[in-house]
């Protein structure tokens, strides 16, 4: 059964620092990797996606990269701002259907990380 | 381009009613939709998946009669909380895929159900 599991859980930052989130995950049949950024009682805004056959990702100050064969993905954002503020989530793209019958390629999320940065 | 519609975005019902929330790829086709469930400061969890045209399929622990699926066509699937009870008050969101089974999955703004 893929687990995703995201470090740190929560995570503060004064503005202008460089940071890097956490991910991991079990079963490295994936399609792909997803990472998405959740505010307080908001949807998910998709932030970068990797391919299983790709390395990374970049888009403007974030940069992810992803490691399949050891289960691994990090997201670096450089030079952090307040309106970075938010959950992290990573979620990966399942190859494997569910024991229930679940459609191979629904998203299996990590419980995010909270980003605070402080102005 | 790959926009999907969430509707309502917020609902208050009684307890013993039933509320329906719709999803709509608005400019493009998807077979497939994934419903999921956000409890408070917990992560999304999904709960079925939706094919267009024939029965939904439901992940461990989600009851089917309880939360009722429809994916009547390309561009529409429905969750309807039947008997809605405190205990399913929850952040509901939708996906939908625009292309193949690796492409990225769209998300809806999600619904707010709060049951009194």
């Known amino acids: 059964k893929q687990e995703v599991t995201q470090i740190p859980a929560a995570l503060s930052v004064p503005e202008g620092e460089n940071l890097v989130l956490n991910c991991s995950f079990t079963?490295?049949?994936?399609?792909?990797l997803q990472w998405f950024r959740q505010d307080p009682g908001k949807g998910l805004t998709s932030l970068l996606l990797?391919?299983?056959?790709?390395r990374e990702q970049t888009s403007g100050r974030l940069n992810a990269s992803l490691d399949k064969s050891s289960g691994r993905s990090t997201l670096y954002i450089a030079a952090s701002q307040p309106g970075d503020s938010a959950t992290y989530l990573c979620?990966?793209?399942?190859?494997?259907?569910?024991?229930?019958?679940?459609?191979?390629?629904?998203?299996?999320f990590g419980k995010g990380t909270k980003l605070s940065v402080k102005p | 381009g790959a926009v999907v519609s969430q509707h309502p975005s917020w609902v208050i019902c009684k307890s013993g009613t039933s509320v329906k929330i719709e999803c709509r790829s608005l400019?493009?086709?998807?077979?497939?939709m994934f419903w999921y469930r956000q409890f408070p400061k917990q992560s999304l969890m999904l709960m079925a998946t939706?094919?267009?045209?024939?029965?939904?399929?439901?992940e461990q622990g989600v009851e089917k009669d309880k939360f009722l699926i429809n994916h009547a066509s390309l561009t529409l699937s429905t969750l309807t909380v039947t008997s809605a009870h405190p205990e399913d008050s929850s952040f509901y969101i939708c996906?939908?895929?625009?292309?193949?089974?690796?492409?990225?999955?769209?998300f809806g703004n999600g619904t707010r159900l709060t049951v009194t």
């Open positions: 996906s939908a895929r625009s292309g193949p089974v690796n492409s990225p999955l769209h």
């Open positions: 079963d490295s049949a994936i399609y792909n």
């Open positions: 990797i391919q299983s056959s790709q």
């Open positions: 979620a990966v793209s399942t190859i494997t259907p569910s024991d229930y019958g679940g459609s191979q390629g629904n998203l299996i």
């Open positions: 400019d493009f086709q998807a077979t497939t």
């Open positions: 939706s094919n267009e045209g024939s029965k939904a399929t439901y």
